[in-house]
Nanobody, 123 residues
């Protein structure tokens, strides 16, 4: 059982930056992909960015050039650096791990989820 715990959320003004972290419990087998998703009130959960075992990355069009996903050396920590934040980035951000797919931004492909970290961007 993989446990994921997010941290680093908060409130920031538009144009500001935040970095989210996700600590994963030690796992017997590394996931094929890890990703960040977000969900705003009244909206569906959407994929933000994913990184696979070969460090390949995929981003949603809405965050390309502003957000960067990365992993720590041990691959037990996942990061999301968010720059040039916009009010529309306001959401609960979740990290997730997938064991059966590479580079997917489809929430249905992910097996394990963290509880989430709130990000609020004011104009």
């Amino acid at each position: 059982q993989v446990q994921l715990v997010e941290s680093g959320g908060g409130s920031v003004q538009a144009g500001g930056s935040l970095r989210l972290s996700c600590a994963a419990s030690a796992y017997a087998y590394a996931p094929l992909s890890m990703a960040w998703f977000r969900q705003a009130p009244g909206k569906e959960r959407e994929g933000v960015a994913t990184i696979d075992n070969d460090a390949g990355t995929t981003y949603a069009d809405s965050v390309k050039g502003r957000f960067t996903i990365s992993q720590g050396n041990s691959k037990n920590t996942l990061y999301l650096q968010m720059n040039s934040l916009k009010p529309e980035d306001t959401a609960m951000y979740h990290c997730a791990a997938a064991y059966t797919v590479w580079g997917s931004l489809n929430p249905g492909d992910y097996n394990y989820w963290g509880q989430g970290a709130q990000v609020t961007v004011s104009s």
